[in-house]
């Protein structure tokens, strides 16, 4: 595997806790390279698919997206107005953990702000813009400071909101139309999101 494919797994695994900024930072600046954008988005689109005991795989692609739509290449948000269907259905989003918690209550509000965020081209720009100016004004900071290696990197996602277990779960099979371009990378993940199926194996 790539280091970026394993970034992006590492991002959306089974573990309790968020996904650190510094991963998804990485997983954001190779989204524009054509490839690494294709591959990138091919393992999000399946961890979308999940669905049980894996809802953490979902909830978690979720919040790399939007760190990602935010920060990453603006071919990241195009894909995802294309393939919009596939955020809709997961506002749908069921699972009750074996404490009677719907722990896919993160789920559906995190894909309506996604969707919401989508169809809203200003907020769009405005967004990307403000991430655009922080990641400057931290890189301006950074200099001459050296490591930041030794802090403990921050994450997204509150601990309560990914420490659910067991339970039962139940939403529609979402069943994207294909992208708008013909690129190959473009048919590849169109593929991807049409063969996914959810996996029960943690990773």
């Known amino acids: ?6 970034r992006v797994r590492e991002a959306t695994c089974n573990e309790p806790w968020g996904p650190a900024t510094t991963v998804m930072t990485e997983i954001a600046d ?3 390279s054509v490839v690494e954008f294709a591959e990138i ?3 999000i689109w399946k961890r979308l698919n999940d669905h049980g005991k894996n809802w953490r795989h979902v909830y978690k692609a979720l919040l790399v997206l939007d760190y990602i739509i ?5 071919r990241v948000a195009q894909q995802c107005k ?5 955020l809709l259905t997961l506002q749908d989003f069921r699972f009750i953990d074996k404490d009677g918690k719907d722990q ?3 789920v559906r509000e995190k894909a309506r702000q996604l969707v919401t965020l989508l ?8 967004e990307r813009k403000k991430a655009l100016q922080a990641k400057e004004r931290f890189a301006q900071n950074s ?3 050296g490591s930041q290696s030794s802090k403990q990197p921050k994450t997204t996602g509150t601990l309560s909101s990914l420490m659910g277990r067991g339970g039962e779960s139940s939403r529609a099979d979402p069943r994207a139309a294909g992208p708008t371009n013909s690129t190959p990378g473009d048919l590849r993940i169109s593929a991807a999101i049409e063969q996914a199926r959810p996996s029960d194996r943690d990773e």
Do not use: C, F, P, V
């Open 143 to 145: 200099t001459g400071i």
């Open 1 to 6: 595997k790539q280091w970026y494919q394993r």
């Open 104 to 106: 896919g209550a993160s």
């Open 70 to 74: 935010k920060r990453g290449s603006e």
């Open 119 to 126: 169809k809203d081209d200003e907020r769009l720009k405005s």
């Open 41 to 43: 988005m091919m393992i």
């Open 30 to 32: 190779a989204t524009y």
């Open 82 to 86: 294309e393939q919009i269907y596939s």
